[in-house]
């Protein structure tokens, strides 16, 4: 399934499902509506909508974790935003206090042409402004830590 044909929401869920499962845990209801701020009913209820999508694998009282096309639009959306963070920063002079709130609201909406054209301006870079790696255009995370 495209990442634009998911809403912003689906998508922050699953950044944020991919950011507290990475050591490959399952990712409990309540955990996902603190991150998300949310109540746990609303939780549940869009991860029920992450499975029936494909999305993600839910068991009651087990928690959930991501399918592999779940996993592969959060490490999308994750690109985007950690693309943009270091375009804003690097580019525009923005601070890096300042470039995450900008990079939720564009991560959604940007387009893989004008990812691929900040990537190559950019020169192809492994880390945001923050130190956190950026996933490849093959979705795969650098090796080591440049700089």
């Given amino acids: 399934m495209p990442r634009g044909d998911l809403s912003a929401s689906i998508q922050d869920y699953l950044k944020e499902i991919y950011k507290l ?3 490959g845990e399952r990712v409990s209801t309540t955990a996902l509506a603190g991150r998300q701020q949310v109540s746990a009913a609303s939780a549940s209820a869009m991860v029920k909508k992450l499975a029936a ?3 993600a694998e ?17 490490l999308e959306v994750i690109r985007h935003h950690r693309l ?6 690097e580019t525009l002079g923005i ?3 300042e470039v995450h709130d900008e990079a939720d609201r564009l991560e959604h909406v940007l387009s893989e042409e004008l990812e691929n054209r900040i990537d190559k301006a950019l020169g192809f870079p ?5 130190g956190d790696p950026i996933p490849n255009a093959q979705l795969e995370w650098p090796t080591e830590k440049s700089g």
């Fill in 95 to 97: 601070g890096v206090e």
């Fill in 126 to 130: 492994t880390h945001d402004p923050h």
């Fill in 58 to 74: 839910h068991a009651p009282y087990h928690g959930v974790v991501l399918t592999h096309a779940g996993e592969q639009v959060a």
């Fill in 21 to 23: 499962g990475a050591a």
């Fill in 53 to 55: 999508l494909g999305l």
């Fill in 84 to 89: 943009l963070e270091l375009y804003l920063a």
